[in-house]
């Protein structure tokens, strides 16, 4: 009978994935379906992750501090949206709101649209910063940016003060979000890594709530406190990451990058091996840092970008990353910016009865997002990411034809509350489905040596969206209001085709192992392939012994 080729396993001298004849294993053999045998063996053998251990609530205080780079991020993404719709605002920037619940037209477009070119220009130093400082210098770097971006549209008095900090702004966030997710992604332990790296994400809405929660009591106010408080409160989130960051271990991959691969292997023991540096998942990870992560790779040099492009394995993978980035921002929430006018379209006729179903809107989508972080690691990216889209588009239906029929002032009201009841069923649905795969698909796709310069490539891919989102939007409200939704649900159909057609399944793999799915010759294919394999443990050896390809 022929022998099937098996992996070797992660520690060779007690548990094994050797070549065996293919024979029906033993009765009492537990039987696995997996999709990576190397992670299932070190995950079986080795001492299991508890999240109540102090390690890992160690790790959990460690991301938090990174989460903040979302949290700043949340902040502006909401803040600008309600504030937008406060008449004080309007008026102390001479800025033109023509009763249709917010600002709108040409000076409103380039408001929001300056952020996303400053990301766009942040992009050309993210990377760089981030690989050469280390994933904790980029966060740092970019925080402090925000800090500066915050107080001068916090103090600003004019219309242009108001653009350069919204510049700078953006460009502190290109940086942040280049390198705080590459930095939760690599610190999270592959068994965790889609809950923890999804909750990065989520912690965006962190800082909605805070702003969409204070905006209704500073609406109230008469004085230009009305909206600076809110805009203020960015500071918050960016000073915290700038004061801890330096408290927090540094990436063990980039230590491994680095050449330091002691205090690489020091870290992986004491966050994913309970404290054991011969664990099997850290010898795993350990040796597939080596037999991936260069020494004088491209990440070593700030101005190649080559490894993105090179080979058919890297143009998938920033393919993929490209998908996420685009897709991201054009399945409709690109309307969030302009909530205000979106209610006032579907009958919401009063500035405060707008802030406050801003708010109502942030807590309902923070609950689809925190679901969706939850099932990410037992749904799988691929299925969340279409079936989401999918319904994203049939939400959006629904609020086109509610706001076409009800959403002129004196229309029913029933049918008015339910344009607005289905804007928050978008909300929780997009956020269900993006909010946790924003930051975690991306990262996962790309590969260590292209990781920060590939994730700043992300961000200036959602910033070129985000611009046409932002410049477009209040335009296209201002001159078809409601006709503009139909858009998003046609892009979101075609959307779920590109994405059943090409995207890969990254769970149950360590980041490494991704690569052979990606150098497939039919990388979806084999994303989604599972094999079944028996845990065979006989005279202290353990292994697995593939039974079938399922």
């Not at 080596?290 to 490894?307: P, Q």
């Amino acid at each position: 009978m022929p022998a099937e080729k098996q992996h070797v396993s992660p520690d060779s001298s007690n548990d094994k994935i050797e070549e065996v004849p293919k024979d029906p294993p033993p009765k009492d053999a537990k039987i696995l379906e997996v999709t990576n045998a190397d992670l299932a063996l070190a995950l079986s053998t080795g001492p299991p992750l508890k999240a109540t251990s102090i390690a890992s609530l160690k790790l959990f205080a460690i991301l938090t501090v990174a989460f903040m780079g979302s949290v700043a991020n949340g902040f502006d993404g909401q803040v600008m949206s309600a504030v937008n719709g406060m008449q004080q605002y309007l008026d102390y920037f001479k800025i033109d709101g023509k009763d249709a619940g917010g600002g709108v037209g040409t000076v409103t477009a380039l408001i929001f649209g300056i952020y996303s070119i400053g990301q766009i220009v942040g992009v050309a130093v993210a990377g760089p910063v981030t690989d050469f400082f280390g994933r904790r210098g980029g966060m740092f770097t970019g925080s402090i940016i925000i800090i500066v971006g915050a107080v001068v549209i916090t103090v600003a008095k004019t219309q242009d003060y108001l653009l350069a900090g919204r510049f700078v702004l953006g460009f502190g966030v290109s940086i942040t979000t280049t390198a705080a997710p590459a930095y939760v992604v690599e610190m999270s332990p592959p068994q965790w890594r889609g809950r923890l790296t999804g909750l990065y994400n989520t912690f965006y809405y962190t800082g909605s709530i805070l702003c969409t929660g204070i905006t209704i009591a500073t609406g109230r106010m008469s004085s230009t406190t009305s909206f600076r408080a809110p805009l203020a409160i960015q500071i918050v989130p960016a000073g915290i990451l700038t004061i801890f960051v330096w408290l927090l271990p540094e990436s063990p991959r980039w230590l491994m990058a680095t050449g330091k691969t002691e205090r690489a292997r020091a870290i992986l023991a004491k966050y994913h091996g309970n404290g054991d540096t011969n664990a099997p998942l850290v010898a795993l990870q350990m040796r597939e840092f080596e037999e991936s992560i260069g020494l004088d790779a491209s990440d070593k040099r700030w101005w190649d970008y080559s490894e993105l492009v090179n080979t058919r394995n890297a143009r998938y993978r920033t393919f993929m990353m490209l998908l996420m980035g685009f897709f991201g921002q054009w399945s409709g929430n690109g309307l969030g910016y302009f909530l205000t006018i979106l209610f006032k379209n579907a009958g919401a006729n009063t500035q405060e009865r707008r802030l406050v179903l801003n708010f109502i809107n942030t807590l309902v989508s923070a609950s689809g997002a925190l679901l969706g972080t939850s099932l990410t690691d037992k749904v799988g990216r691929r299925t969340m990411w279409f079936w989401g889209t999918l319904m994203s588009a049939g939400m959006l239906a629904v609020v086109t034809g509610c706001t076409a029929k009800w959403g002129a002032e004196g229309s029913n009201p029933a049918g008015a509350n339910a344009a607005i009841a289905f804007i928050f069923l978008f909300g929780w649905v997009y956020s269900f489905t993006y909010t946790p795969l924003q930051a975690l698909y991306p990262s996962e796709c790309l590969a260590y040596n292209t990781r920060a310069k590939g994730m700043a490539m992300y961000s200036f891919a959602v910033s070129c969206a985000s611009f046409v989102n932002t410049y477009a939007g209040p335009i296209a409200l201002d001159r078809i209001k409601w006709k503009y939704y139909i858009v998003y649900i046609a892009w979101d159909i075609f959307e779920c085709l590109m994405i059943y057609l090409f995207a890969v399944e990254t769970k149950g793999r360590t980041l490494e192992e991704l690569d052979e799915i990606f150098s497939d010759p039919h990388p979806v294919r084999a994303s989604v392939a599972k094999q079944k394999v028996a845990f065979v443990e006989k005279a202290g050896e353990r292994k697995f012994v593939s039974v079938d390809e399922a």
